[in-house]
């Protein structure tokens, strides 16, 4: 089960509020994981290969991961907390959804400059 439909099923009744908190934790935990692996070869493309171009893409593909899941933890609170009646964020959810779908094609943009950027080295 992935982060989203454990919220769908959350949503849904089909999960409790104890099995979803820990999928977020373990989320959380794996992101963490995945972050310092990933500073790490930011690292090696500096140091090593002196590939600060492709260690700058690196940093923009994490930074964006970042932001794509914080504003995804937030649409989830925010849709909670609207279900549940202590406020609407109707507005909120409406706007952060473009935001999110900007950061996405942010990423896969990246990860082409990446893809270019690799393939060239594969040729060179």
């Known amino acids: 089960m992935n982060f989203a439909s454990a919220f769908t ?9 104890d099995q979803y ?5 373990i989320v959380t935990d794996g992101f963490q994981e ?3 692996q990933i500073q790490t ?3 090696q493309l500096r140091d090593t290969y002196s590939r600060e171009d492709l ?7 994490q930074e964006s991961e970042r932001d794509k899941l914080k504003l995804t933890v937030n649409i989830q609170i925010w849709e909670i907390e609207s279900e549940a009646g202590d406020k609407d964020f109707t507005e909120a959810i409406a706007e952060a959804r473009p935001k999110l779908a900007e950061i996405l094609e942010t990423i896969n943009e990246v990860l082409e400059e990446i893809r270019e950027a690799t393939s060239e080295l594969a040729y060179d």
């Open 9 to 17: 099923d959350y949503k849904a009744k089909r999960l409790p509020i």
């Open 21 to 25: 908190q820990s999928i977020c934790g």
């Open 34 to 36: 995945v972050s310092q």
């Open 41 to 43: 070869i930011e690292r």
């Open 55 to 61: 260690a700058q893409l690196i940093r923009r593909v």
